[in-house]
């Protein structure tokens, strides 16, 4: 089991940064492959970027790549997404998420409660 708690989001005009960590419990940490989503309002969940137990491998969506990046501290449990030169369409709830098998289609077995962005023009 494992539980996730993000944390770091909030209010920011659009072209500035934020960072999201998700503290997550457990011993296994380094074992998971690590992702970060958003959900967006009247709009579906998509993924957003994603790592590698070990952190050699990382996915980003397209669009996003070039401006975010995600990261890991393996030492301290925690998972960062590092948003820069925001954008509006940016803003939605991020969730964190862990998969007990890393791979491109990334499919996570445990979910963060989420944080808010919103991302002002």
């Known amino acids: 089991q494992v539980q996730l708690v993000e944390s770091g989001g909030g209010l920011v005009q659009a072209g500035g940064s934020l960072r999201l960590s998700c503290a997550a419990s457990g011993r296994t940490f380094r074992y998971y492959g690590m992702g970060w989503f958003r959900r967006a309002p009247g709009k579906e969940r998509e993924f957003v970027a994603a790592i590698s137990g070990s952190g050699t491998i990382t996915n980003y969506a397209d669009s996003v790549k070039g401006r975010f990046t995600i990261s890991r501290d393996n030492a301290k449990n925690t998972l960062y997404l590092q948003m820069n030169s925001l954008k509006p369409e940016d803003t939605a709830v991020y969730y964190c998420?862990?998969?007990?098998?890393?791979?491109?289609?990334?499919?996570?077995?445990?979910w963060g409660q989420g944080t808010q962005v919103t991302v002002s023009s």
């Open positions: 998420a862990a998969a007990s098998a890393f791979s491109p289609s990334f499919s996570p077995d445990y």
